[in-house]
Nanobody, 125 residues
């Protein structure tokens, strides 16, 4: 029901910034919470940011809190992840995923699906 395409990844030095985009297509995009996840080399996928469909509620794990900001522009069907003060440990393939929700909140991580193909973020030291 919703298709997602990530973009904006690249190579950046530690302390730098990147802005990732997640472009969505689908009639009911506004009713999807969207999350950003990442998968570092050799590690499991982890949650890094989530935003409710109305954009009122966001959630971040401690590992990125204060450095990453998730936002969405429903008129443009796009969710963004602004990443500042990047660290080498942020290196990963970043994915966005959607979760259909009735209430405007960030749902449990295991409800996210409709994964994009990912965009590589590499932070050099």
């Amino acid at each position: 029901q919703v298709l997602l395409v990530e973009s904006g990844g690249g190579l950046v030095q530690a302390g730098g910034s990147l802005r990732l985009s997640c472009a969505a297509s689908g009639r009911t995009f506004r009713r999807y919470a969207v999350g950003w996840f990442r998968q570092p080399p050799g590690k499991e996928r982890e949650f890094v940011a989530g935003i409710s469909w109305g954009g009122r509620t966001t959630y971040y794990p401690d590992s990125v809190k204060g450095r990453f900001t998730i936002s969405r522009d429903n008129a443009q069907n796009t969710v963004y992840l602004q990443m500042n003060s990047l660290k080498p440990e942020d290196t990963a393939v970043y994915y966005c995923a959607a979760s259909f929700v009735i209430i405007d909140y960030v749902p449990p991580v295991n409800t996210f699906g409709s994964w994009g193909q990912g965009t590589q973020v590499t932070v050099s030291s």
